[in-house]
């Protein structure tokens, strides 16, 4: 049976540091690290996200401001706020809340960000130095995923690493921090032929699609690791891409749904505040 990633053991371990961390930030520039989340609308679930986010930045000592405008509010009002903020020294983080309402378009808003601001490091700066293997700031949740695998003890070298899912947000992100670790890297999709045949070679396995259990016992390679990156509600509770059960029986490690990848992502939009607020008054940048 799987040995199982505690997400929520090892985000309270990270949280401690990152509480020290701007404890010590604090004492040195007479100001906290602080981070400005941009919520539109009024969906009920980006609004628990934003809460929680406010929360747990303030447990690690993180100042946050929440700007939440009405749904239908105008593409060049959001920017406008964007570029406020960009100009703002007292904030170090701006966390565009995905998904932005209908017309927005986001790639245009992350466009706008400053590079050095982006804590969920979606601008074309970001991504591209990721890509370039010059990372800045990297997405939260791959940087999670990533956690979470050093936790298992095994190098990620020579390893074959199968993701299934290319959004920019996860799949594409966690494929070049895998590449990093010299890990060879399959990018699955919605149109990969016969997906069971590259998730069955996989020394690491990242689901990342939203589709509730579809990886199942007979995907997995005997001993692989196995994160499950999904989260869907179904009938009153929540269930990840993998079906944790079964799978857990195939697996050497596995992440569960919840208290796997979702308190690490958490964990990492600190880490990233912090790291945002060093790259600015301290210089702290590659």
């Known amino acids: 049976m799987a040995e199982v990633l505690d997400g929520r053991a090892l985000a309270a371990r ?20 602080c981070l400005a989340a941009i919520l539109v609308g009024d969906d009920p679930a980006s609004s628990l996200y934003v809460q929680n986010k406010a929360k747990a930045a303030a447990q690690v000592g993180i100042r946050s401001e929440t700007f ?61 130095r990721l890509a370039l293997g010059r990372p800045r700031l ?77 990886v199942t016992a007979d995907m997995v390679k005997p001993g692989a690791v196995v994160v499950d990156v999904g989260i869907t509600r179904d009938g009153g509770r929540v269930v990840g891409d993998v079906d944790f059960d079964a799978v857990r029986d195939v697996a050497g490690w596995i992440t569960p749904v919840p208290g796997g990848v979702g308190p690490m992502t958490v964990a990492m939009l600190l880490r990233n505040t912090l790291r945002a607020a060093r790259i600015q008054l301290e210089g702290e940048d590659r």
């Not at 990270?14 to 690290?33: D, K, M, N, S, Y």
């Not at 990297?138 to 990620?156: D, E, H, K, N, Y």
């Open 14 to 33: 990270i949280r401690q540091a990152v509480r020290e961390e701007v404890a010590a930030f604090t004492e040195r520039h007479g100001l906290a690290p």
């Open 68 to 128: 939440h405008l009405p749904a239908g509010t105008p593409q060049e009002e959001v920017l406008r706020l964007v570029e406020e903020l960009n100009r703002r020294e007292d904030v170090h983080g701006i966390l565009p809340q995905m998904p932005l309402p209908e017309p927005l378009d986001p790639e245009v808003v992350f466009e706008r960000l400053d590079p050095r601001k982006d804590v969920d490091g979606l601008s074309p700066d970001n991504a591209g």
């Open 138 to 214: 990297v997405p939260c949740t791959p940087l999670g995923i990533l956690a979470l695998l050093q936790q298992t003890g095994r190098s990620l070298a020579g390893t074959h690493a199968v993701v299934v899912g290319r959004s920019n947000l996860v799949g594409k992100p966690t494929a070049h921090l895998l590449l990093a670790e010299h890990a060879t890297v399959t990018l699955c999709h919605s149109r990969t032929r016969d997906l069971a045949r590259h998730t069955r070679d996989a020394d690491v396995l990242v689901a990342a699609v939203g589709r509730p259990h579809l």
